[in-house]
C-alpha cells in the first residue's frame, strides 16, 4: 500500500527566511509519480510540481525548489526566502503508476505561516 | 483555459435535505474525480469516472451519497438525506489519464455546511 508521510504539521516562518517542507513516501512499486500542491486560505487546491520516479533531478521554480531522493523516499519542497503569499496549507501526494487505474494518496498536508 | 468548474461554491442546508453538488471537467479530460476534505480525515476519495463510467465508488460513505456523470462534460455528487457530518469541502477534480502518469487538477470547491 502507498502511504505519504508530512511529519511538519505547521511551520511558522519571518518573511524572508528559507523553508523546507518535508515529505516520506512509502511504496512498493518501481515506477511512481510524486506531486505537490498548494492550498491557499482561499480553498482551491494548486497544482505545483510532478515528478516521476525515474528523474531524480532536482528542480527549481523561482523561489521553488524540489529535492527528490530514493534512497531516503523524500521528496522535499524548499522555499527560498518566503513571502506573506506563501502562506497556505502544501500537500504531497503520491500515485502508483504500474496500474491501469491508479489513484493520488495525499499526505496530511504542512501548514506554512510566513509572517511579516 | 477554463479550469474544472464546480458549482455551487457555498452551500448550506438543513439535516434531511437534498444537496446536489456539480462539476465541469477541463475539456479533453477523460477522468473525473470527486473527493472530500475535513479537518479530522483531511483529503478523502470518494469515487472516480473515466469516460463517465464509474470505476470504483468505495471511498463513498454510505448510500445517502451517489455520483452520475451522464456525459464527458458533466458529472453530479448527491447526498440525500443530508447530515451535519456531511459538512465538508468536495472537490472535483480532472485528468487526461490515470495510471498515475498525469496530474490532476481541482475545482474550486464546494463549501458545504449541513445544519
Known amino acids: 500500500a502507498q502511504k505519504v508521510t508530512q511529519a511538519q504539521t505547521e511551520i511558522s516562518v519571518v518573511e524572508k527566511e528559507d523553508v523546507t517542507l518535508d515529505c516520506v513516501y512509502e511504496?512498493?512499486?518501481?515506477?511512481?509519480?510524486l506531486f505537490w500542491y498548494k492550498q491557499p486560505p482561499s480553498g482551491e487546491l494548486v497544482f505545483l510540481i510532478r515528478r516521476n520516479s525515474f528523474d531524480e533531478q532536482n528542480e527549481i521554480s523561482g523561489r521553488y525548489s524540489w529535492n527528490f531522493q530514493k534512497s531516503t523516499s523524500s521528496f522535499n519542497f524548499t522555499i527560498t526566502a518566503s513571502q506573506v503569499v506563501d502562506s497556505a496549507v502544501y500537500f504531497c501526494a503520491l500515485s502508483e503508476a504500474r496500474r491501469r487505474y491508479s489513484t493520488l494518496t495525499f499526505g496530511k498536508g504542512t501548514m506554512l505561516l510566513v509572517s511579516p | 483555459d477554463a479550469g474544472v468548474i464546480q458549482s455551487p461554491r457555498h452551500e448550506v442546508t438543513e439535516m434531511g435535505q437534498e444537496v446536489t453538488l456539480r462539476c465541469k471537467p477541463i475539456s479533453g479530460h477523460d477522468y473525473l474525480f470527486w473527493y472530500r476534505q475535513t479537518m479530522m480525515r483531511g483529503l478523502e476519495l470518494l469515487i472516480y469516472f473515466n469516460n463517465n463510467v464509474p470505476i470504483d465508488d468505495s471511498g463513498m460513505p454510505e448510500d445517502r451519497f451517489s455520483a452520475k456523470m451522464p456525459n464527458a462534460s458533466f458529472s453530479t455528487l448527491k447526498i440525500q438525506p443530508s447530515e451535519p457530518r456531511d459538512s465538508a469541502v468536495y472537490f472535483c477534480?480532472?485528468?487526461?489519464?490515470?495510471?498515475?502518469?498525469?496530474?490532476?487538477?481541482f475545482g474550486p470547491g464546494t463549501r458545504l455546511l449541513v445544519l
Open positions: 477534480a480532472s485528468s487526461q489519464t490515470s495510471g498515475g502518469r498525469e496530474t490532476q487538477y
Open positions: 511504496t512498493r512499486d518501481t515506477t511512481y509519480y
